[in-house]
Nanobody
């Protein structure tokens, strides 16, 4: 069993910054891609950023130049630094990871989500 626990959400004014963290724990052998998604009220869950185990990154066009995804493989933790926040960045942010567990099977896991609210 693997758990993903997010932290760092909150309320911030437009133009401000927040840093989200997501720590994975449990029967982990290794972690492949780690991602952040967000879901605005009444909308689908969309990919925000991806980071591979080797550190390659990909961003949604809407956050390029403002958000930075990073990871600490020793801590099984992924981060999302969000700068120049806009009201349209508001939503629930979910961490996701493709985890190889100790049986060497790969599974997909989600965190519980953390609310980010950007006021205008």
């Amino acid at each position: 069993q693997v758990q993903l626990v997010e932290s760092g959400g909150g309320l911030v004014q437009a133009g401000g910054s927040l840093r989200l963290s997501c720590a994975a724990s449990g029967s982990i052998f290794s972690i492949n891609d780690m991602d952040w998604y967000r879901q605005a009220p009444g909308k689908q869950r969309d990919l925000v950023a991806v980071i591979s185990s080797g550190g390659s990154t990909h961003y949604a066009d809407s956050v390029k130049g403002r958000f930075t995804i990073s990871r600490d493989n020793a801590k099984n933790t992924v981060y999302l630094q969000m700068n120049s926040l806009k009201p349209e960045d508001t939503g629930v942010y979910y961490c996701h990871a493709n985890v190889v567990v100790t049986t060497l099977d790969e599974y997909s896991y989600w965190g519980q989500g953390t609310q980010v609210t950007v006021s205008s």
